[in-house]
């Protein structure tokens, strides 16, 4: 403990110089910035900006990225509630409540509420590196094929759980999004439901996916109203109420830390990510609940719980990331080639000889919670602004804007396509009642599920089937699911049972 102590203090000490601050707060406001333009991921921004990290020193350099990572997440959150158009995939399920909030004229509650829940989620998986990051990137590594492959359909049960009411719509919903998961080239390098376009290689890409069905959707549902929020006196912004719903993750206390807990644990399974965090513990949030019929209707605790958790998947995604070599996310794979090009190694030998900067890194994430907080005030505060603007003149901005995001990640006219095609799914599937979140993470979780199923076979041949069953994790896992899919559908049948006694 007292080592812990000391390498904090010296991380610390080597925190305190004005050209690592300066880092750091540059780092935070472009991480914001680009994370609320629908699009622009952490990982690119982290990939635009690298080049900048050239003619730095380790630390410094290392410092700058890590806070575009950290603040990018936050900020894809502003647009989400505003707009309901999340800026990175990891805010798609804020969007479920925090927009419900704007639209009941309570955006600067929601987006108070996301960034304190932001700032403690992250908070809290720092503290978690700080105590324990080689029994937590130990604990990652005994995930293999079996156990990822089950986490997917975990995030799939969650579908059932988000789906209250109208199951069959969200089970139709996610199974197409798993089908549409299964495109491209498989492990074994088959060519599947390709086309013939090699643009489907790599499957279809979640970005085009999520940008056309809550941004672009929204934008084609907007057009018959004068603002965003329907009526003709848009909210005013609110600072007092702003800083005040800052604190809203304590009224929810078990909710912020069992969503930190998720956060930072699935953060710390390679390539599971914030997104599936979010909707994890969205869904534990409602399941818990003793009120789920609110959520998905402006409830708070809809936006503390996925706002906590992809958060704290930072801190995770860096414990596996440092600890073992292994990327937590495809923005840590990108901090990992920062990391080699500065002639550093990570794994094992990293934590082991370079713990002063191991430590240091920590210390600067935690510092750049603060800085977010500050920064991120000011620029929700300036965000709400954008409900006062018509939206003959928001529509083709944020179309534009769009389009620019999905193109830049490839710089393909094909993906361009796909977004269009699939902001008319999201407009059809708004106007008939179908979840978009079901085919969204039905997309997110197909190619997990695919290929590690295809893993289990060649690993386990003919035993296949008793891996998910004889081994500690994946028995854990395969319980907890049984239990969630039959607790909600009692819950489906007493629901429909009570409507008939009360017709």
Same mark, same amino acid.
């Not at 996301?114 to 604990?139: D, E, N, Q, R, W």
């Not at 089970?171 to 999004?177: E, R």
């Not at 090009?341 to 240091?360: A, F």
């Given at each position: 403990?007292?080592?812990?102590?000391?390498?904090?203090?010296?991380?610390?000490?080597?925190?305190?110089?004005?050209?690592?601050?300066?880092?750091?707060?540059?780092?935070?406001?472009?991480?914001?910035?680009?994370?609320?333009?629908?699009?622009?991921?952490?990982?690119?921004?982290?990939?635009?900006?690298?080049?900048?990290?050239?003619?730095?020193?380790?630390?410094?350099?290392?410092?700058?990225?890590?806070?575009?990572? &950290?603040?990018? &997440?936050?900020?894809?959150?502003?647009?989400?509630?505003?707009?309901?158009?999340?800026?990175?995939?990891?805010?798609?399920?804020?969007?479920?409540?925090?927009?419900?909030?704007?639209?009941?004229?309570?955006?600067?509650? #929601?987006?108070?509420?996301?960034?304190?829940?932001?700032?403690?989620?992250?908070?809290?998986?720092?503290?978690?590196?700080?105590?324990?990051?080689?029994?937590?990137?130990?604990?990652?590594?005994?995930?293999?094929?079996?156990?990822?492959?089950?986490?997917?359909?975990?995030?799939?049960?969650?579908?059932?759980?988000?789906?209250?009411?109208?199951?069959?719509?969200?089970?139709?919903?996610?199974?197409?999004?798993?089908?549409?998961?299964?495109?491209?080239?498989?492990?074994?390098?088959?060519?599947? #439901?390709?086309?013939?376009?090699?643009?489907?290689?790599?499957?279809?890409?979640?970005?085009?996916?999520?940008?056309?069905?809550?941004?672009?959707?929204?934008?084609?549902?907007?057009?018959?109203?004068?603002?965003?929020?329907?009526?003709?006196?848009?909210?005013?912004?609110?600072?007092?109420?702003?800083?005040?719903?800052?604190?809203?993750?304590?009224?929810?206390?078990?909710?912020?830390?069992? =969503?930190?807990?998720?956060?930072?644990?699935?953060?710390?399974?390679?390539?599971?990510?914030?997104?599936?965090?979010?909707?994890?513990?969205?869904?534990?949030?409602?399941?818990?609940?003793?009120?789920?019929?609110?959520?998905?209707?402006?409830?708070?605790? /809809?936006?503390?719980?996925?706002?906590?958790?992809?958060?704290?998947?930072?801190?995770?995604?860096?414990?596996?990331?440092?600890?073992?070599?292994?990327?937590? =996310?495809?923005?840590?794979?990108?901090?990992?080639?920062?990391?080699?090009?500065?002639?550093?190694?990570?794994?094992?030998?990293?934590?082991?000889?370079?713990?002063?900067?191991?430590?240091?890194?920590?210390?600067?994430?935690?510092?750049?919670?603060?800085?977010?907080?500050?920064?991120?005030? /000011?620029?929700?505060?300036? =965000?709400?602004?954008?409900?006062?603007?018509?939206?003959?003149?928001?529509?083709?901005?944020?179309?534009?804007?769009?389009?620019?995001?999905?193109?830049? &990640?490839?710089?393909?006219?094909?993906?361009? #396509?796909?977004?269009?095609?699939?902001?008319?799914?999201?407009?059809?599937?708004?106007?008939?009642?179908?979840?978009?979140?079901?085919?969204?993470?039905?997309?997110?979780?197909?190619?997990? #599920?695919?290929?590690?199923?295809?893993?289990?076979?060649?690993?386990?041949?003919?035993?296949?089937?008793?891996?998910?069953?004889?081994?500690?994790?994946?028995?854990?896992?395969?319980?907890?699911?049984?239990?969630?899919?039959?607790?909600?559908?009692?819950?489906?049948?007493? =629901?429909?049972?009570?409507?008939?006694?009360?017709?």
């Amino acid at each position: 403990m007292s080592e812990i102590f000391s390498l904090c203090a010296t991380g610390l000490s080597s925190l305190l110089h004005p050209d690592v601050i300066l880092w750091i707060v540059v780092g935070t406001i472009l991480g914001i910035i680009v994370g609320a333009i629908p699009g622009f991921t952490s990982t690119m921004a982290c990939g635009i900006l690298l080049p900048v990290t050239f003619f730095l020193d380790p630390y410094p350099a290392m410092c700058f990225l890590v806070a575009v990572y &950290i603040a990018a &997440i936050y900020g894809g959150s502003i647009t989400a509630i505003i707009l309901n158009a999340p800026g990175t995939p990891e805010s798609t399920a804020t969007t479920f409540d925090g927009y419900q909030l704007t639209q009941k004229g309570m955006a600067s509650e #929601a987006l108070g509420t996301a960034i304190g829940s932001s700032f403690f989620g992250g908070l809290i998986s720092y503290c978690v590196m700080l105590f324990c990051m080689l029994p937590v990137a130990k604990f990652a590594l005994k995930f293999g094929p079996s156990e990822m492959f089950l986490l997917a359909l975990f995030g799939i049960v969650i579908l059932v759980a988000i789906g209250s009411g109208k199951m069959l719509k969200t089970a139709m919903a996610g199974s197409l999004g798993l089908l549409i998961g299964t495109i491209g080239i498989t492990p074994l390098g088959e060519w599947r #439901a390709t086309f013939g376009t090699v643009y489907l290689a790599e499957g279809v890409q979640m970005v085009p996916a999520i940008i056309g069905l809550f941004a672009l959707g929204e934008m084609f549902d907007m057009v018959g109203r004068k603002y965003v929020v329907d009526g003709e006196k848009p909210e005013a912004r609110n600072f007092g109420r702003m800083s005040k719903a800052l604190f809203n993750c304590f009224r929810y206390p078990f909710t912020t830390i069992r =969503s930190a807990i998720i956060g930072t644990v699935i953060g710390a399974i390679p390539a599971a990510g914030g997104t599936l965090a979010a909707f994890t513990s969205y869904a534990e949030a409602k399941r818990a609940s003793k009120h789920p019929e609110t959520f998905g209707t402006g409830d708070i605790e /809809g936006v503390v719980a996925p706002e906590t958790a992809n958060n704290a998947c930072t801190g995770g995604a860096l414990i596996t990331t440092l600890a073992i070599g292994v990327p937590g =996310s495809s923005t840590c794979a990108l901090l990992m080639g920062a990391l080699m090009m500065q002639g550093l190694t990570p794994g094992p030998q990293l934590v082991t000889t370079q713990l002063d900067l191991v430590y240091g890194l920590i210390i600067a994430c935690i510092m750049s919670q603060f800085l977010m907080v500050a920064m991120s005030m /000011g620029m929700a505060y300036g =965000s709400v602004g954008l409900l006062k603007i018509n939206t003959y003149v928001l529509v083709p901005v944020i179309s534009v804007m769009c389009v620019i995001g999905t193109y830049a &990640i490839r710089k393909a006219i094909f993906d361009v #396509a796909l977004m269009l095609i699939f902001g008319v799914i999201g407009w059809f599937m708004k106007k008939y009642d179908y979840p978009p979140v079901a085919l969204v993470l039905g997309i997110v979780l197909g190619p997990i #599920a695919d290929n590690q199923l295809i893993r289990v076979f060649a690993r386990f041949e003919s035993e296949w089937f008793l891996s998910f069953f004889n081994r500690p994790i994946t028995f854990v896992l395969s319980v907890v699911m049984i239990l969630l899919l039959v607790s909600q559908i009692y819950r489906e049948i007493k =629901s429909a049972h009570n409507g008939m006694q009360t017709k």
